[in-house]
DNA sequence: AAGCGGATTGTCT
DNA sequence: GACAATCCGCTTG
């Protein structure tokens, strides 16, 4: 059986190298999770690149903490993070080791699985829904904090709950960029999210907000 | 289509 | 103690 050539796995190179590289080159990849109940696969549609130590944006502008660890690790790994009380996030971490550089995966069209991804969110009211923004991403393909660290380019496959693949990577002039959602201050000048242009699952764009205080 | 307020807790100052 | 790489439901246009 030969392996179909969208369906060959991505190596770690593929992730070793400057952040915003690899950040546009996602798009179209095709992202596995394996779960309990049979794998979920999502075709990458939207992505952010965070530059690390000297990127304000970022979570590793401060700093290594043990919440940010895995970005200052080895690349093709999985930084999860938990925020606003309630959500997840996911990133791939890349560029030479060390450089805590990290993409995060925004939106994307979930291809295999996707009456798994309809059980875990039950308030989509369409499939383009299912992942459109990262933390319904994170919660269609059942990701938490237990995963943090997870390998996407396992020598097993078995060893992981993730695997990426090549997947049919859009034509250069069909991916767009600009300001990313949700950075403000100093990060927010930096162009850094990548998107298939017209995709209907891409999120809309939200300018950063700073919230209002609690009285 | 766009703007709002509320939800809810880990993380860092 | 402040705020977060967000989402949802409801309002207005």
């Given at each position: 059986?030969?392996?179909a050539?969208?369906?060959?796995?991505?190596?770690?190179?593929?992730?070793?190298?400057?952040?915003?590289?690899?950040?546009?080159d996602?798009?179209?990849r095709?992202?596995?999770r394996?779960?309990?109940?049979?794998?979920?696969?999502?075709?990458l549609t939207?992505?952010?690149?965070?530059?690390?130590?000297?990127d304000?944006?970022?979570?590793?502008?401060?700093?290594?903490?043990d919440r940010?660890?895995?970005?200052f690790g080895?690349?093709?790994?999985v930084?999860v993070?938990?925020?606003?009380?309630?959500?997840h996030c996911?990133?791939?971490?890349?560029?030479?080791?060390?450089t805590?550089?990290?993409?995060?995966?925004r939106?994307?069209?979930?291809t295999?699985?996707?009456?798994?991804?309809r059980?875990?969110?039950?308030?989509?009211?369409?499939d383009?829904?299912?992942a459109?923004g990262?933390?319904?991403?994170?919660?269609a393909?059942d990701?938490d904090?237990?995963?943090?660290?997870?390998?996407?380019c396992?020598?097993?496959?078995?060893?992981?709950?993730?695997?990426i693949l090549?997947g049919?990577?859009?034509?250069?002039?069909?991916v767009?960029?600009?300001p990313?959602?949700g950075v403000?201050?100093?990060?927010a000048a930096?162009p850094?999210?990548?998107?298939?242009?017209?995709d209907?699952?891409v999120?809309?764009?939200?300018?950063?907000?700073p919230?209002k205080?609690?009285?």
């Amino acid at each position: 059986m030969i392996a179909a050539p969208d369906r060959t796995p991505l190596d770690r190179a593929f992730f070793d190298r400057p952040v915003l590289d690899v950040a546009p080159d996602l798009l179209g990849r095709v992202l596995v999770r394996k779960t309990a109940h049979g794998p979920i696969e999502l075709r990458l549609t939207e992505v952010e690149a965070y530059a690390g130590p000297v990127d304000p944006g970022s979570h590793a502008y401060r700093g290594r903490t043990d919440r940010n660890a895995v970005m200052f690790g080895p690349p093709g790994h999985v930084y999860v993070y938990f925020t606003y009380g309630m959500w997840h996030c996911m990133n791939l971490v890349c560029g030479p080791e060390g450089t805590a550089s990290a993409v995060l995966l925004r939106a994307g069209e979930i291809t295999a699985g996707a009456d798994l991804a309809r059980k875990r969110r039950q308030t989509s009211r369409r499939d383009t829904d299912l992942a459109q923004g990262p933390a319904r991403l994170a919660t269609a393909l059942d990701v938490d904090r237990a995963l943090d660290g997870s390998d996407v380019c396992p020598s097993d496959p078995d060893s992981s709950p993730f695997q990426i693949l090549t997947g049919a990577p859009p034509a250069l002039h069909t991916v767009r960029n600009g300001p990313r959602t949700g950075v403000g201050g100093e990060g927010a000048a930096h162009p850094w999210r990548f998107w298939i242009t017209a995709d209907p699952t891409v999120s809309p764009y939200r300018p950063h907000a700073p919230r209002k205080r609690r009285s």
